[in-house]
């Protein structure tokens, strides 16, 4: 398993560990011009637990592979957090903010995939 494919994995286990739902992994390799190779959005069921997973993230992927993201935005109202970790970008929503912005459905020759919830 290579790199990139391993922090996709531990970004949806970090995920997944804070109850995160409608995970999504979006493989972006064959769009020309993509800013990175994968982009997993999840959501949150309100403020609180969009930072609870962006935390959760965070730790995991640092604890597992020694990596941190090179930016994270929207922590202060935490509607949508984003983390850049290079070849995956991780988008937390709040419902309301992921229905609006329906990220995952910007390029359509991309491969998505849904992740089974953990209750």
């Known amino acids: 398993m290579n790199q990139t494919n391993l922090l ?5 286990k970090g995920l997944q560990e804070k109850k995160g739902h409608d995970i999504v992994t979006v493989d972006l390799r064959k ?4 800013i990175c190779q994968y982009m ?4 949150g069921k309100n403020p609180r637990q969009v930072s609870s997973l962006s935390d959760s993230v965070w730790e995991t992927v640092n604890k597992n592979l020694k990596e941190n993201p090179s930016s994270v935005h929207g922590l202060c109202n935490a509607q949508w957090v984003g983390m850049d970790y290079g070849t995956v970008i991780v988008h937390i929503f709040l419902p309301e903010t992921r229905y ?3 990220l995952e459905n910007l390029w359509e020759d991309s491969t998505i995939m849904k992740i ?3 209750d």
Do not use: K, L, M, S
């Not at 996709?8 to 949806?12: A, L, Y």
């Not at 769009?31 to 993509?34: E, F, L, Q, R, S």
């Not at 997993?40 to 959501?43: A, K, S, T």
């Open 8 to 12: 996709v994995e531990t970004i949806v």
């Open 31 to 34: 769009i020309p011009g993509a």
């Open 40 to 43: 997993i959005v999840c959501e």
């Open 100 to 102: 609006f912005y329906r």
């Open 116 to 118: 089974p919830d953990i």
